[in-house]
């Protein structure tokens, strides 16, 4: 499903969420829904070097495996997106709503592409061999 994964989502215990994508780029949001745009963006295209926003300290952000069992933050790999969305698991808000972000973002792409077909397919002249 997607295309490019080298990425890093942490959600944070405070309702933020930090993207951490390809080794270049990273930023914190309080907007789980730019979050979500922002890595579907990145998952299809992989690439960051034109983006605006990147924060230094959001790409050295390493949580500790302390601050993961303590409940500090929550990591998902971008590999492992698209299996988490099938768990729909997700009791802090801000996970809930990146996922929820994610999979609408999904669904949208998938009626646009669906769209596109049917015009193509409706707008275009049937060929027949005789």
Not at 15 to 34: C, E, F, K, S, V
Not at 69 to 98: K, M, P
Not at 107 to 115: D, G
């Amino acid at each position: 499903m997607f295309k490019h994964t080298a990425a890093v989502i942490i959600f944070d215990n405070g309702g933020g969420t930090t993207l951490q994508l390809g080794q270049r780029w990273a930023h914190w949001y309080a907007d789980t829904n730019q979050a979500a745009q922002d890595f579907l963006d990145f998952a299809e295209h992989g690439d960051t070097s034109e983006w605006e926003g990147h924060e230094p300290e959001s790409l050295s952000f390493d949580p500790s495996l302390e601050e993961v069992r303590n409940g500090g933050c929550r990591i998902l790999y971008g590999y492992d997106v698209e299996a988490a969305l099938d768990t729909q698991e997700f009791s802090w808000v801000n996970e809930h709503d990146f996922m929820e972000a994610v999979c609408a973002g999904i669904n949208q792409k998938r009626a646009v592409n669906k769209k596109e077909w049917e015009k193509e397919t409706i707008t275009s002249k049937p060929s027949y061999d005789r």
